[in-house]
């Protein structure tokens, strides 16, 4: 095991946050109790805004990467012993918490799952955060009483990316008939094989409207926020649910109050950074049954770590199809 390795670290240059590939030392790493060597990480949205010089970092120096797949090397845990496949999504991982975009990882036992037989490293990180949220936003919608029955329609918006393109997968595999949202007709074949009937042009959502439009969705999982997010709440039927995950369109909520006490409509938010462990584990195991390994593959492409900082700018900018697995050894 070599003493030095690749990391992109993010530094503070003249009172903005700039990263760039560094050599770093196994102790430069944290003190946590296991340590990883990653095979794997992700390119997720927030990491692009890290990459590009947003302020995600609330820490400095940080390594990026909000994912990490990989084995463990050294453990001083009862419940992780050297050679354990281990993934970790979140837990502050690129914001307070060294993150994955290394060769090695020192990290709290605490934060460590066990990903499912089914699932390779490098599988595990084509689910990666995105994936791993999009269950949760599914899993939350049916607790809260959605059914596939013949009238479930569930709309998703940023479908083409990576939470949107899970989420369209397991909403279809259950029998729900899914509409997706996007701006990219170019992806509508993509999107069509992984199971959507139908779709609506971003753009149409992204308009203010009124407070109380047609209803149209059973229910939604929204990744965007903003007036996005505030559409498709004036939109959905009586009794429905909205999961929302994601503020891609914006932070603020520009809706009415009038979805809640008139239609009986419920916003259910989808943390995924500090979810509790119960809910990481039945997620994954839920992924496990329920996402087809063709379908997972079809959404996934691996690049190698070489090429983050070309990548970086084009997720933010709604370029990447799917899911962007990065290859840390390459």
Same mark, same amino acid.
């Given at each position: 095991?070599?003493?030095?390795? /690749?990391?992109?670290?993010?530094?503070?240059?003249? #009172?903005?946050?700039?990263?760039?590939? &560094?050599?770093?030392?196994?102790?430069?790493?944290?003190?946590?109790?296991?340590?990883?060597? +990653?095979?794997?990480?992700?390119?997720?949205?927030?990491?692009?805004?890290?990459?590009?010089?947003? /302020? *995600?970092?609330?820490?400095?120096? !940080?390594?990026?990467?909000?994912? *990490?797949? #990989? %084995?463990?090397?050294?453990?001083?845990?009862?419940?992780?012993?050297?050679?354990? $496949?281990?993934?970790?999504?979140?837990?502050?991982?690129?914001?307070?918490?060294?993150?994955?975009?290394?060769?090695?990882?020192?990290?709290?036992?605490?934060?460590?799952?066990?990903?499912?037989?089914?699932?390779?490293?490098?599988?595990?990180?084509?689910?990666?955060?995105?994936?791993?949220?999009? !269950?949760?936003?599914?899993?939350?919608?049916?607790?809260?009483?959605?059914?596939?029955?013949?009238?479930?329609?569930?709309?998703? %918006?940023?479908?083409?990316?990576?939470?949107?393109? +899970?989420?369209?997968?397991?909403?279809?595999?259950?029998?729900?008939?899914?509409?997706?949202? %996007? #701006?990219?007709?170019?992806?509508?074949?993509?999107?069509?094989?992984?199971?959507?009937?139908?779709?609506?042009?971003?753009?149409?959502?992204?308009?203010?409207?009124?407070? !109380?439009?047609?209803?149209?969705?059973?229910?939604?999982?929204?990744?965007?926020?903003?007036?996005?997010?505030? %559409?498709?709440?004036?939109?959905?039927?009586?009794?429905?649910?909205?999961?929302?995950?994601?503020?891609?369109?914006?932070?603020?909520?520009?809706?009415?109050?009038?979805?809640?006490?008139?239609?009986? +409509?419920?916003?259910?938010?989808?943390?995924?950074?500090?979810?509790?462990?119960?809910?990481?584990?039945?997620?994954?195991?839920?992924?496990?049954?329920?996402?087809? $390994?063709?379908?997972?593959?079809? !959404?996934?492409?691996?690049?190698?770590?070489?090429? *983050?900082?070309?990548?970086?700018?084009?997720?933010?900018?709604?370029? +990447?199809?799917? &899911?962007?697995?990065?290859?840390?050894?390459?």
């Amino acid at each position: 095991m070599s003493d030095t390795f /690749r990391a992109v670290l993010i530094e503070d240059v003249d #009172g903005k946050p700039k990263a760039a590939f &560094r050599q770093l030392k196994l102790s430069d790493l944290p003190q946590h109790d296991v340590l990883v060597e +990653v095979a794997y990480s992700t390119l997720n949205y927030k990491d692009g805004l890290a990459l590009t010089g947003g /302020r *995600i970092a609330r820490k400095l120096p !940080m390594v990026g990467g909000i994912d *990490i797949a #990989g %084995t463990v090397v050294e453990s001083t845990s009862a419940e992780f012993r050297p050679g354990d $496949k281990v993934v970790v999504n979140g837990f502050g991982l690129s914001e307070t918490q060294w993150g994955g975009y290394a060769k090695y990882a020192r990290l709290k036992s605490e934060w460590l799952v066990h990903p499912p037989d089914a699932f390779s490293l490098q599988e595990a990180m084509a689910i990666g955060t995105a994936g791993y949220t999009a !269950m949760l936003c599914v899993q939350a919608l049916e607790d809260a009483g959605l059914t596939p029955d013949k009238d479930a329609e569930v709309l998703v %918006t940023g479908a083409a990316g990576g939470v949107g393109s +899970v989420a369209v997968t397991l909403l279809a595999q259950k029998g729900y008939r899914v509409i997706a949202a %996007t #701006g990219r007709p170019e992806t509508h074949d993509y999107l069509a094989s992984l199971g959507a009937a139908g779709f609506v042009d971003r753009a149409e959502l992204a308009q203010k409207g009124a407070p !109380m439009a047609k209803e149209r969705w059973t229910a939604a999982v929204d990744s965007v926020g903003g007036q996005t997010l505030a %559409t498709v709440l004036s939109q959905v039927k009586y009794g429905g649910w909205v999961a929302a995950c994601g503020l891609a369109g914006g932070t603020d909520l520009p809706a009415s109050v009038f979805p809640f006490i008139l239609r009986n +409509v419920s916003l259910l938010g989808i943390d995924s950074v500090m979810a509790p462990m119960h809910r990481r584990k039945r997620a994954w195991w839920q992924l496990a049954k329920d996402l087809p $390994k063709d379908k997972l593959a079809a !959404m996934a492409e691996v690049h190698p770590l070489s090429e *983050i900082f070309e990548l970086a700018p084009k997720i933010l900018a709604g370029q +990447v199809r799917g &899911r962007a697995v990065i290859d840390i050894n390459a």
